[in-house]
């Protein structure tokens, strides 16, 4: 029976689960001869000779038993962008998968690392696998989620949560800002099983006071009883990971000008609250008064930290700590979940745009970012007492030198929405759309989270086995 793709887009728009997504996908592939372009190698866009030739070598070792070949092999370097099988492009051609030839040669190098794992290769000793899988997940690098600031924008944040979580492919390293670090910040501090219960819409809605549910802005008190419902009164960074091994950080800013702005986390704050930086994560200026942090002293006893600093929204000069958290996880792949509505309108699903228009666009944005940043400090200079002018022109140049993307962008199918909409409780049947866009969008994302987080996750399993098994 022929379909026509009238009715396979139909599909794709209507489907209520991935795998009625995939399948959808799979038959407009087959419909638009896209299968075709997956089963050859042959493209501009990556060094397929390079990926087939090395295919072929990992194959015949491991025929031939090979192990210290094998070895050798991997040692030589296994990365997520061999010969730039990762670049965007490969996976945004067909919507069910990217070349064959990446498929095949990521599930060898998976399948090689779990062979070199096994007793079955006695030949190599146990210090010798111990030495070269910690090496090989320290230089292949790690891959997290970030969420951007997004005000009730957040249950977007949620559906993509969700849509990750059910394919098994949700990051152990997580940031938020704003509303993002309530979403992750829920994910940071339930158990897998917590989770899975939670991140069902009507059971996140029923966590949320009433008050929280009335149509206008809340206030501060509101927004304390909310994370009030969220987190536990003692619920520190250090206790969160200790429960659920997810590392969350969460992106704070300061009130005062020349302050830096700071990452929480279980490493560089483990005595903070989460609740405390959660809340000063969202006090968005003008709306919410700044926000002084606590945390548990020795004793278990609540304190101020840093009592004599106030913070703000997070996104306004970090929305993605990109940079830190390379720095304290050894993070290089990040899947970003972008809702910020000053941003939308400027960024592509891609990374970046190669084509000519595109290429011109970037260049006229980068250059109108200079021109901003040269007036804003001229008029820092102009202000000698680091009055009002000085502390805009400040927080202005800290939004527009950011950057928004990641390697993966998870965006809204929509680039416009009215600001008056988006600190308020935007009512429960928005609140469900907005959790089933956040999945929708995710879902053609998920082929490409798999392939490019599959070595990492392999090594990952492998290190945490051995450990269990004490085996080394």
């Not at 940071?188 to 939670?198: A, K, N, Q």
């Not at 509101?222 to 992106?251: C, H, Y």
């Not at 278990?300 to 958290?325: H, N």
């Amino acid at each position: 029976m022929v379909i026509n793709n009238n009715k396979i887009k139909r599909a794709l728009s209507q489907a209520s689960s991935y795998q009625e997504w995939r399948e959808a996908a799979r038959a407009y592939d087959e419909r638009n001869g896209l299968h075709h372009w997956r089963q050859r190698d042959h493209s501009q866009q990556y060094d397929y000779v390079s990926i087939r030739l090395r295919l072929d070598r990992l194959r015949n070792l491991k025929a031939r038993h090979d192990h210290r070949g094998l070895l050798y092999t991997l040692n030589e370097g296994i990365h997520g962008n061999m010969g730039g099988m990762g670049r965007a492009g490969l996976y945004g051609h067909a919507l069910s998968g990217t070349k064959v030839l990446i498929e095949d040669y990521i599930d060898e190098i998976v399948d090689t690392l779990e062979h070199l794992a096994g007793e079955s290769t006695d030949d190599i000793s146990a210090d010798e696998k111990l030495d070269f899988f910690r090496r090989a997940s320290h230089c292949f690098g790690h891959s997290a989620l970030m969420l951007s600031g997004s005000g009730s924008l957040l249950y977007f944040h949620m559906g993509v949560a969700r849509a990750l979580l059910e394919a098994d492919l949700l990051p152990t390293v997580m940031s938020g800002s704003s509303g993002g670090s309530i979403v992750g910040s829920v994910i940071g501090s339930r158990t897998e099983e917590e989770l899975r219960e939670l991140i069902e819409p009507e059971a996140f809605l029923q966590q949320l006071p009433e008050s929280a549910k009335r149509v206008g802005t809340p206030g501060p008190a509101v927004m304390e009883q909310v994370l009030s419902q969220l987190f536990p009164d003692d619920l520190t960074f250090q206790k969160a990971f200790e429960k659920t091994g997810r590392a969350m950080n969460v992106s704070i800013a300061p009130a005062e000008t020349h302050q830096t702005s700071r990452l929480l986390n279980a490493i560089t704050s483990p005595s903070v609250l989460m609740r405390s930086a959660v809340m000063a994560s969202c006090a968005v200026p003008g709306v919410f008064p700044p926000v002084m942090l606590q945390a548990l002293d020795d004793n278990g006893e609540r304190q101020s930290y840093l009592p004599s600093r106030r913070w703000i929204d997070g996104s306004m000069s970090d929305d993605l700590p990109a940079k830190r958290l390379a720095r304290l996880y050894g993070v290089n792949h990040y899947i970003v979940s972008q809702t910020n509505p000053h941003v939308l309108p400027f960024i592509s699903d891609g990374r970046r745009k190669k084509s000519s228009v595109g290429l011109l666009q970037h260049a006229g944005l980068r250059a109108t970012r200079e021109w901003f940043n040269a007036i804003t400090m001229i008029l820092d200079r102009a202000d000698k007492n680091n009055g009002l002018i000085t502390r805009a022109a400040s927080l202005t140049r800290t939004i527009i030198n950011q950057d928004y993307v990641g390697d993966i962008n998870i965006l809204p199918d929509y680039r416009f929405i009215n600001p008056q909409h988006l600190l308020g409780f935007p009512g429960e049947k928005k609140v469900m759309e907005l959790i089933a866009t956040g999945e929708r969008c995710t879902w053609p994302k998920l082929e490409m989270i798999r392939l490019q987080t599959k070595i990492s996750r392999t090594l990952r399993e492998i290190l945490q086995r051995y450990e269990k098994s004490k085996i080394f």
